[in-house]
């Protein structure tokens, strides 16, 4: 825990993510990342420079199979941490699986989810919404911009949405997804099983063998890209030519 708790802390500092007087949504979906999310929050409201308030926030897609002995384990957890929980009921699997019959249904999903976040977060009073991309995301969104859009481009980690009025904050973008498994299994956090049907069937995990493959012929790959993408001023790209 304390490892996770320098990172976050470091991350927090390092981009301004949290002030006084905040109140944070966090977006829990019950899995391994989002679950450490607000137990890493928790314990670093108890000694953090900032007052500041928590309130999770999960969006219920609508799964019939989803385990509700699973999701009875996170509510219970939330309020031994004390941070309230609020479940928004929504029809978004139907949506995307029965009616709409989406083939590649993740970025859908995400909009729509993101959306009742944000909507949530703001009857709840919250100025903010804590998401749980860790570094790995970091550099699996950058790679799928490059490899599918062309583009050198990642989420970044404090994003103010100027329609809502809600900043939207990452801070565990310098924690790497095995810390968070790691973190999981030691505390045994309460973790939902994802019963999407797409659950490890997209372009991201692909990516993700993309990575592991990296490492089989440079150990060090996925440290150096992501110090890469941390330390952009050391960059050396081509300038546009000129029109002239």
Same mark, same amino acid.
């Given at each position: 825990?304390?490892?996770?708790?320098?990172?976050?802390?470091?991350?927090?500092?390092?981009?301004k993510? *949290?002030?006084?007087?905040?109140?944070?949504?966090?977006?829990?979906?019950?899995?391994?990342d989002?679950?450490?999310?607000?137990?890493?929050?928790?314990?670093?409201?108890?000694?953090?420079?900032?007052?500041?308030?928590?309130?999770?926030?999960?969006?219920?897609?609508?799964?019939?199979?989803?385990?509700? /002995?699973?999701?009875?384990?996170?509510?219970?957890?939330?309020?031994?941490?004390?941070?309230?929980?609020?479940?928004? &009921?929504?029809? *978004?699997?139907?949506?995307?699986?029965?009616?709409?019959?989406?083939?590649?249904?993740?970025?859908?999903?995400?909009?729509?989810?993101?959306?009742?976040?944000?909507?949530?977060?703001? /009857?709840?009073?919250?100025?903010?919404?804590?998401?749980?991309?860790?570094?790995?995301?970091?550099?699996?969104?950058?790679?799928?911009?490059?490899?599918? !859009?062309?583009?050198?481009?990642?989420?970044?980690?404090?994003?103010?949405?100027?329609?809502?009025?809600?900043?939207?904050?990452? @801070?565990? *973008?310098?924690?790497?997804?095995?810390?968070?498994?790691?973190?999981?299994?030691?505390l045994?956090?309460?973790?939902v099983?994802? @019963?999407?049907?797409?659950?490890?069937?997209?372009?991201? /995990?692909?990516? &993700?063998?993309?990575?592991?493959?990296? !490492?089989?012929?440079? @150990?060090?790959? &996925? &440290?150096?890209?992501?110090?890469?993408?941390?330390?952009? /001023?050391?960059?050396?790209?081509?300038?546009?030519?000129?029109s002239?």
């Amino acid at each position: 825990m304390q490892k996770l708790l320098a990172l976050t802390r470091k991350a927090i500092n390092d981009y301004k993510m *949290i002030t006084d007087g905040d109140r944070i949504a966090v977006g829990v979906s019950g899995g391994k990342d989002s679950t450490a999310l607000l137990a890493v929050l928790a314990a670093y409201r108890k000694f953090a420079p900032e007052k500041f308030e928590l309130e999770a926030i999960n969006i219920d897609l609508g799964f019939a199979d989803t385990d509700r /002995e699973q999701v009875r384990a996170f509510a219970e957890y939330c309020d031994s941490i004390s941070v309230p929980l609020t479940v928004v &009921k929504t029809d *978004i699997a139907e949506i995307i699986f029965e009616r709409r019959k989406e083939q590649s249904p993740c970025s859908l999903c995400s909009k729509m989810r993101r959306g009742a976040l944000n909507s949530a977060a703001i /009857e709840k009073g919250c100025n903010k919404l804590a998401l749980a991309h860790h570094a790995d995301d970091v550099l699996d969104t950058f790679l799928l911009s490059l490899i599918f !859009e062309g583009r050198l481009s990642t989420f970044s980690p404090v994003s103010h949405m100027s329609r809502t009025g809600v900043t939207l904050i990452r @801070p565990f *973008i310098y924690v790497e997804e095995k810390f968070l498994s790691g973190i999981c299994r030691r505390l045994d956090l309460p973790v939902v099983f994802n @019963p999407c049907p797409s659950d490890k069937h997209t372009r991201r /995990e692909d990516v &993700k063998k993309l990575v592991e493959a990296a !490492e089989t012929i440079s @150990p060090d790959a &996925k &440290k150096l890209m992501l110090t890469a993408l941390f330390h952009p /001023e050391r960059n050396n790209l081509w300038e546009k030519p000129s029109s002239d």
